[in-house]
Every structure is written in C-alpha cells, then in structure tokens.
C-alpha cells in the first residue's frame, strides 16, 4: 500500500489554492478594464448651441376702418364714399400711391330699436355702414407714421378706426439657416471646452435636434415652447437654439 506524504499533500494544495486566487483577481481586473474602455467609449456629452441677430422689418401691413351711420341708408352710404375721398387725400398726401391701398366691401350693419322692456323689436333704428382700408409697404417707417397720425381724420368728422401695424421681415427662411450654423458652431465650441476640462476630445457627432426660432422685440427675454413671431416692432431679435451631442474621446 502506497503511502502518500501529507506536507506534500497540503503544499500542493495550498499553491493550487494561491494559483487561483492570482487567476480570479487577474480576471476580475482584466474585466473591469475592459468594461470601463466601453463604458469610456460610449461617453458622450450634450451641449445646447446659442446664435442671436438683430432684424429689421422690411413689410409692413396696416388696417384702418370707418363707419359712417344714419337712419337712412342711402345718406350713410353716401356719408362713407364722401369719407373714404377724404381719406384717399390723406393718405396720398402722406406719400401712399391710390394702387397701394386696398378697400374693402362695405359691411352693413341693421340696429333695431328696443322696446320698454328691452327686447329688440322690428323698427329699425338706423344703418351702421363700414368700411377698411389696407396698406402693404416695404416703406415700414411711412406705415408707422400713417398709423400714428391717420387718428386726426376725426377731426374732419370721419368715424375713424387705426389699428396696430404688423411688421414683416421676408428674409426669415435664409436666415434660419445662417442662425443654425451659428449656434451649431456655438454648440461645438462649448462641447470641446467641456471635454478639454475634463481631459478628453470631442470625437464625432452623434445626435442633434432644432429648437424652435424665437423671434422677439429687441432685450426681450420672452420664451414660448412652440416659438414666437413678434409682429409689433420694426427691430427685432432672431434667437435659435441647437441641442447636440458629441462622443467624448479620452
């Protein structure tokens, strides 16, 4: 019968048991090396991009309305064609060529009379008749102007409505894109000055997405999620924003 020697038994043991403990740590940190080199590839960083102009309209629409009432219809009517000459005049007169205004139908308009009660009755009380005019002009200093003096028409006895200009700016499609190389460029500068202080490189593009165009009075801090077209000044702000992401390389 072969007998073994039980120190040599327990040596071997013990040096198996060392072997492998050495494999699994060696494992363990081969392992985790590789799943930081993964994780480290897959590290991206995401950056909104900021551009910003300032524009000045270069379209302006006005809308004026007035009303001319009488008991008779034909004397209103008559009233609103001697109103809208007059009218004419003043506005050819503030340097607005006839071709360039637009006049609307007549609206006519019945009042009845109420009775003791309140309630309207049959009798017509009188004839409410009304007119509007409409100024298109690239000349958006001259609408401003109409707008702010066509009031004084009153004065001649004219049932006189102005309502606010709008203002127009018919570049806004190729200035869109120059605004999204802008803030794209903008992006990517913020993207690399973040990597650099982190150690790393911006590497390639990985997503990007528009934001919505705001266009604003001029110091307006004012934003609305589905974006914003200021109509009531001449002079403008155009603000786009850009949201990209960028691998990060170490």
Do not use: C
Not at 105 to 112: E, F, G, K, L, P
Not at 236 to 246: D, W
């Amino acid at each position: 019968m072969i007998k073994r020697n039980t120190s040599d038994l327990t040596g071997g043991l013990f040096f198996l048991g060392l072997f492998l403990a050495f494999a699994i740590i060696l494992s363990t940190f081969i392992m985790s090396r590789t799943v930081e080199r993964i994780k480290m590839s897959h590290q991206t960083v995401r950056v909104k991009g900021y551009a910003e102009k300032t524009i000045r309209s270069d379209m302006a629409v006005w809308n004026g309305s007035f009303v001319s009432r009488s008991t008779n219809l034909e004397s209103a009517y008559i009233k609103l064609q001697a109103d809208l000459e007059k009218i004419r005049s003043y506005l050819a007169e503030l340097g607005v060529e006839g071709n360039r205004i637009d006049i609307s139908s007549i609206n006519t308009m019945v009042r009845y009379k109420r009775n003791d009660q309140g309630i309207f009755t049959n009798v017509i009380e009188r004839y409410d008749l009304e007119q509007r005019v409409e100024i298109r002009s690239s000349d958006v200093d001259l609408i401003s102007r109409i707008s702010r003096k066509s009031t004084s028409l009153i004065q001649d006895g004219i049932e006189f409505i102005s309502f606010p200009p709008q203002y127009y700016f018919t570049g806004i499609d190729e200035m869109k894109i120059e605004l999204l190389g802008d803030a794209t460029r903008d992006a990517f500068a913020r993207a690399k000055q973040l990597a650099e202080n982190s150690g790393s490189r911006v590497g390639e593009l990985a997503s990007a997405s528009q934001g919505v165009f705001q266009i604003t009075p001029l110091f307006s801090t004012e934003v609305q999620d589905y974006g914003m077209y200021d109509t009531s000044t001449i002079d403008k702000s155009i603000k786009a924003v850009v949201t990209v992401e960028y691998s990060i390389i170490r």
